[in-house]
């Protein structure tokens, strides 16, 4: 069964579908809590004290080509980075300062959110938190920060180039006409060309207390909240959803797909999906994208058969729409293009029971699999608080929560009509040609 024991289903399956113990609950509540902090931060607690290490995360929603047009596609990522680049008031700069402490600082930039997380060992989240929401309160952009913040987005734009981003990006162009999701997360050229007064204006707008979600996951405890920084005079309320316009919805087999050229090849194929309110479509294609697209067990995987292409699929739960997104790259990309159109719509019949069994139950190992960590359980929680429903988020009440119980219920019917629904009609489609090499320079 797809790599898993019928008894490991089984018992998947009964605590997916039975409540826990008394005990068990209480033992939730006592390490999770959710709230709005004076200052109008809100935050989510999830504490686990088997773990050896700590997550403290800020999540604000914001446009990552910023508020104003022209866009500028990395700026929310520059923006977070210089700031935590920048020396504040008390002196050290935040990513300094958690390095310092044994830890490790990230920025991850997504269409419409940023969040900002930092590693640290169990007896530093007290500080770090005071740290780094006195300076993402409170911004400062110094000179110094900026141009640190330059050559890091650089070098990550560089990096991503060449993987799968860069397709889901150019999917997006394709299937909104206007929005976040059109402008993308990958710094253009362009980039170059912002100067470090726009960098101060997005950081001062977006990183306000009302705006934050502040995430303690792992080795925590709610005494952490108190180090939380206050903003004197700052009473506005987190930002609103950005302005998102589908692409018109005009897309033939025949339409010429979006072509672009860059140092990847490969094509993408992106269709719009159900917000983030209609949980149960939401889950089955969820659902649906691991079924097809898991690394070595997916229907995809099993039927490219050795191909020299690399697959990937995800539906990505968006505040609305979401989006499914395909990328297709390698020697045989070409060859495996037909193999995945043909998976996707075959997915609009519903699954053989025992197929559909054996689907469920690596899916939901791989959900569990990948909220391990501190790090993982802040990033599950942050995504899906920014998006507008954290209840719904996968760890929200473990096995017993609103997600498992909505994958717990799902049945064939319920993906295939998903499936005929979302994946029903032409996808938005991108295609990639690698750049030809520049000529060599004459010698001076």
């Given amino acids: 069964m797809s790599g898993f024991s019928t008894g490991l289903w089984a018992a998947v399956s009964a605590a997916l579908l039975v409540c826990g113990a008394a005990s068990a609950a209480a033992a939730q509540d006592a390490a999770a809590a959710t709230g709005t902090l004076p200052g109008g931060v809100t935050y989510e607690l999830r504490a686990d004290r088997a773990q050896s290490g700590a997550a403290v995360a800020l999540w604000y929603r914001a446009p990552a080509g910023g508020f104003d047009a022209p866009a500028a596609p990395g700026l929310s990522r520059l923006a977070a980075t210089t700031v935590s680049a920048s020396a504040p008031i008390s002196g050290t700069p935040l990513a300094q300062l958690v390095e310092r402490f044994g830890g490790r600082l990230s920025v991850a930039a997504y269409p419409d959110s940023v969040a900002i997380t930092a590693l640290v060992p169990p007896d530093r989240v007290a500080q770090t938190v005071r740290a780094m929401t006195a300076d993402f309160f409170a911004p400062v952009v110094t000179a110094p920060g900026f141009a640190v913040a330059q050559r890091d987005v650089g070098e990550d734009a560089l990096l991503r180039s060449v993987e799968p981003d860069v397709i889901e990006d150019a999917l997006g162009a394709a299937l909104f006409a206007s929005g976040p999701f059109h402008d993308g997360t990958l710094p253009t050229a362009k980039l170059g060309d912002v100067k470090v007064e726009r960098v101060r204006a997005f950081a001062e707008r977006a990183f306000r207390p009302g705006n934050a979600i502040l995430i303690l996951a792992g080795n925590v405890d709610a005494a952490a909240l108190k180090s939380v920084a206050a903003r004197s005079g700052d009473t506005s309320p987190r930002s609103p959803e950005a302005a998102v316009t589908p692409a018109p919805a005009t897309r033939t087999p025949e339409t010429e797909p979006l072509q672009r050229t860059g140092v990847i090849s490969g094509s993408g194929l992106g269709w719009l999906g159900p917000p983030i309110a209609d949980e149960r479509g939401a889950t089955a294609l969820d659902f649906l994208a691991d ?56 997915a609009a019949a519903p699954m053989a029971p025992e197929a559909f069994a054996a689907a469920r139950a690596g899916f939901v190992y791989r959900l569990l699999a990948a909220m391990n960590t501190p790090a993982e359980v802040a990033d599950t929680y942050g995504w899906y608080a920014v998006e507008g429903d954290p209840a719904y988020a996968p760890a929200e009440g473990g096995l017993q929560g609103r997600y498992f119980s909505l994958a717990a219920a799902l049945t064939p019917a319920d993906v295939a009509q998903a499936a005929a629904r979302y994946l029903g009609v032409p996808p938005a489609v991108v295609t990639f040609a690698k750049r030809p090499p520049s000529p060599p320079k004459a010698p001076a």
């Fill in 291 to 346: 079924a097809l697209f898991a690394p070595r067990t997916g229907m995809v995987a099993r039927a490219l058969a050795g191909r020299k292409a690399t697959v990937t699929g995800k539906f990505v739960t968006y505040h609305d729409p979401g989006v499914f997104l395909v990328t297709i790259t390698g020697d045989e990309a070409a060859t495996a293009r037909p193999i995945v159109e043909k998976a996707v719509a075959a």
